[in-house]
């Protein structure tokens, strides 16, 4: 990483707080000096330079989104730029396509997702990813009853591969998407290179 901790310090990321573990992207946020406050309502997103979306539950979150009137500014959000990584029941919610309807989403990222692709019997796994972006050591990623990203449209660069080829992470603008749980980790690499993206485009 070439840009260090001062230059984002000063950025606040929101974390959607309705569901999954939002806490502990939270941490790993706060460990790098960056503000991590929590998003429940339309409100909370002032002031925030970018948000992530967790782990969790894909359909309980579209729900709460739309109870908690948070899924229309979103989308408006998502379509004008503003930073927003999803980490596997976020990246299905960024999705512009899923292999299934009725999660009301943001469809914000040309990406087509496959909720539970690796079934019951590889319901958790761990994976050493080689990631360009990140460099060098291998990134080992922690898989949760994960989906995979299916298909990708041209503004799409794949940031990370399962060995089969399988993308796992990718990126579209200021949009970024992993099918596994950086905030489940000790290696904050994926968190510092989000708030490296915002630091350099604004
Ligand atoms: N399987 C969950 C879903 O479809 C995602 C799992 C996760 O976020 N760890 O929403």
Not at 11 to 38: C, M, N, S, W, Y
């Amino acid at each position: 990483m070439v840009i260090g901790h001062l230059s984002f310090a000063m950025a606040t990321i929101g974390v959607l707080a309705l569901q999954g573990d939002f806490r502990e992207h939270r941490r790993v946020l706060e460990d790098l000096g960056v503000a991590a406050p929590e998003v429940r309502l339309p409100g909370d997103l002032e002031g925030v330079d970018g948000l992530i979306i967790p782990g969790g539950e894909s359909t309980t979150i579209s729900r709460l989104l739309r109870t908690s009137h948070l899924l229309e500014p979103l989308r408006k959000l998502a379509g004008d730029g503003f930073p927003l990584w999803g980490t596997c029941a976020g990246m299905i919610l960024l999705a512009k396509r899923l292999d299934e309807t009725g999660i009301p989403a943001l469809e914000a990222m040309d990406i087509g997702v496959r909720r539970n692709a690796f079934g019951r019997q590889v319901d958790s796994f761990e994976a050493d990813l080689q990631v360009a972006v990140l460099g060098d050591p291998l990134y080992r990623a922690v898989f949760i009853r994960a989906p995979i990203i299916e298909d990708v449209g041209p503004a799409v660069e794949v940031l990370a591969r399962l060995p089969d080829g399988t993308p796992v992470a990718a990126r579209q603008g200021r949009l970024l998407a992993t099918a596994f749980h950086p905030e489940l980790t000790s290696d904050s690499r994926f968190h510092r290179f989000f708030l490296e993206q915002i630091a350099r485009q604004t």
